[in-house]
């Protein structure tokens, strides 16, 4: 794979990338306008790719925030044109690495030594490149073998300025006043920012996996405090597959449902005793081992859940949620997906759009087991996106809807529903007992 031998870690520079990545995109319209214009046979999926194509690619290499946003777009499945989905997936887990010199480089400017000073061995490419940081192989004076885990130059610096400059294109996209965006983007800055602080990602690490080490069929790496700094992370080497590598293959139903029902077990003990949640979950953070074990190997985005948001957020799971108006309207409000400056019509309509929603994504709390590979499930969930997508009445409205903290809630939903959708698995929602205390 091709490297990187420079990160532009400038403002300037980082907005000169964005602006030729708009330049190609105009090119693209023109192109395609042009031939429809001349009476040439030309189908949107063929534009979808050439934008897709060129905005990975101008994404690429700034590396950090800008990444990220595309990789956290390549899990909306339901919502993203396929050509976006397949070229933003990219971002998960294989993206240009930086070259042997910049990482050199690069690890004397965070420790004031060189790698081969520091490990027995260390591999000069990387295994591993995504967003924020790319993974090296390397062995302890005892051995061990680790994964080195060591951050791009300048993304940490460069993430309030990414941001201010997507800010204006989201806004649009969601149909979000720019008065009221601002919750909306500092919960993204700040989580954005947690991940380019290696300590706080080893501290999180080391207790969310202690607490989670009872898990059946989950394993976690060990961290090496020593090792690690700011900017560099280094924990055990787990061999394994990427989860997206493992769902390609041919795998009997009973071992896809046992990854399943691990990985579920894992989120819903975060979620309903830890209170704390591992909110990127994409394939590239979970391997396969050789004994078919699910390996959690990133933590850099937790999700901390306030007990104001989870009684009425996971209250509106239940079977009996919906039956009385004034109790499921209070919810909403302190949800903010309602306000009390709507008028009649406004609440109406949002009524029926939430509760619409709602009963669909909280359908598998309703059964004792679900099958996350029923296509009719997803077909739904497709119809449904395509439909409010389209809806006129809806872009006249204030899309300044709910809470600042579903965006990482709601991500961590829906990535977990797609790895289990991925994995074809039927699994038991409680086994461990967790949602018999909501009411």
């Known amino acids: ?86 070229r933003f997936s990219l971002a998960q887990f294989s993206v240009p690495p930086l070259s042997s010199p910049l990482v050199r480089k690069t690890f004397k400017t965070y420790t004031g030594k060189y790698p081969e000073e520091l490990f027995k061995s260390f591999t ?22 680790v994964a080195v885990k060591i951050q791009y130059p300048g993304v940490a610096n460069a993430i309030s300025s990414d941001l201010a400059l997507v800010k204006p294109v989201a806004t649009r996209m969601f149909n979000i006043k720019s008065k009221d965006a601002e919750k909306y983007f500092r919960e993204v800055e700040g989580k954005l920012l947690e991940e380019t602080d290696y300590n706080l990602e080893l501290q999180r690490s080391k207790a969310i996996t202690e607490a989670c080490a009872h898990i059946p069929g989950m394993v976690f790496p060990k961290y090496y405090e020593t090792y690690s700094s700011e900017r560099i992370l280094v924990m055990d080497w787990i061999q394994g597959k990427h989860l997206s590598e493992y769902v390609k293959e041919s795998h009997s139903q009973v071992e896809r449902n046992q990854l399943g029902q691990s ?30 074990q699910l390996a959690a190997i990133d933590f850099g985005c937790i999700k901390e859940i306030p007990e104001e948001f989870y009684e009425p957020y996971f209250q509106l799971s239940q079977k009996n949620s919906f039956e009385n108006p004034e109790q499921l309207k209070e919810r909403m409000l302190q949800l903010e997906l309602l306000k009390e400056t709507d008028s009649e019509k406004d609440e109406a309509y949002f009524m029926k759009l939430f509760h619409e929603m709602l009963s669909l994504f909280c359908e598998p709390f309703q059964h004792e ?54 994995l074809k698995a039927e699994i038991e929602i409680d086994p461990l007992g967790l949602l018999k205390n909501l009411k």
């Open 1 to 86: 794979m091709k490297t990187i031998d420079k990160i532009p870690t400038g403002k300037i520079e980082r907005t000169t990338t964005l602006v030729k990545t708009g330049v190609k995109l105009g090119g693209n319209y023109l192109k395609y306008y042009g031939k429809k214009a001349m009476g040439a046979s030309v189908d949107r999926e063929t534009l979808d790719e050439a934008n897709a194509s060129d905005i990975y690619d101008g994404l690429k290499d700034m590396k950090g925030s800008a990444l990220k946003v595309a990789q956290m777009l390549s899990m909306e499945k339901s919502i993203l044109p396929r050509a976006y989905v397949e």
């Open 124 to 145: 000069k490419e990387a295994v591993n490149a995504a967003t924020i940081g790319q993974v090296h192989k390397a062995t302890l004076d005892d051995g061990t073998v």
């Open 263 to 292: 990985l579920w077990n894992f989120y819903m003990y975060q979620m309903h005793v830890l209170k704390e949640v591992h909110a990127d979950p994409h394939p590239g953070n979970f391997l396969v081992t050789e004994e078919g």
């Open 369 to 422: 087991n679900f099958d996350f590979g029923d296509p009719q499930f997803w077909n739904r969930i497709t119809a449904l996106s395509e439909k409010y997508a389209s809806d006129k009445e809806l872009r006249k409205m204030d899309g300044n809807r709910g809470s600042k903290h579903f965006l990482y809630i709601n991500r961590t939903f829906f990535g977990l529903y797609n790895l289990l959708n991925d």
